[in-house]
């Protein structure tokens, strides 16, 4: 009789509770324009790469990074063709969806600027369909709390990958 309650238990365990542990792969991939190739690497790019990565992983999604891109201000306005992107390769890891965030640097680029919009975009792979974007002013937020800028732009996004 024990060993009985001990099956049906798994068994309503394995047909409830197999759904919540399923979750979608998200890659996240960081544009940055306005900054020369040789350039050092720019802490905001690592902020925003960082703040979307960990909402996305603490709601349960298995996340990926992609290299992040530098292009020229005119190849990304607002967001770069996929080719640029070489979004096959992110098809490629298996991939459901993936994170755009293109962060445009105007004037000075130093290690610690930060980027004056914020391009985010959530596209679907299977179909190939964009679900959600938007162009923020990254003049108007406050620089002390880049970080927490990114998650609640992250948490905006977390509804369209389900």
């Not at 925003?48 to 190849?75: C, K, T, Y």
């Not at 962060?103 to 369909?129: A, C, D, F, H, W």
Request: aromatic fraction near 10%; charged fraction near 20%.
């Amino acid at each position: 009789m024990g060993w009985n309650k001990t099956c049906w238990l798994l068994l309503i365990f394995a047909v409830f509770g197999g759904g919540l542990l399923f979750s979608e792969t998200v890659s996240i991939i960081i544009v940055e324009t306005g900054i020369p190739e040789e350039a050092p690497a720019i802490e905001g790019s690592l902020i925003w790469e960082s703040g979307l990565m960990d909402v996305f992983f603490e709601h349960g999604h298995i996340v990926s990074n992609a290299p992040m891109v530098r292009l020229r201000a005119e190849q990304a306005n607002p967001y770069p063709s996929e080719q640029l992107l070489n979004i096959d390769e992110v098809r490629d890891g298996g991939s459901a969806y993936y994170i755009l965030a293109v962060l445009n640097y105007m004037g000075t680029y130093e290690r610690t600027s930060i980027p004056s919009s914020i391009s985010l975009r959530v596209v679907q792979l299977y179909p190939n369909k964009i679900l959600f974007e938007i162009q923020v002013d990254g003049t108007k937020k406050n620089v002390r709390n880049e970080l927490e800028y990114a998650k609640q732009a992250a948490e905006a996004m977390i509804p369209y990958v389900k």
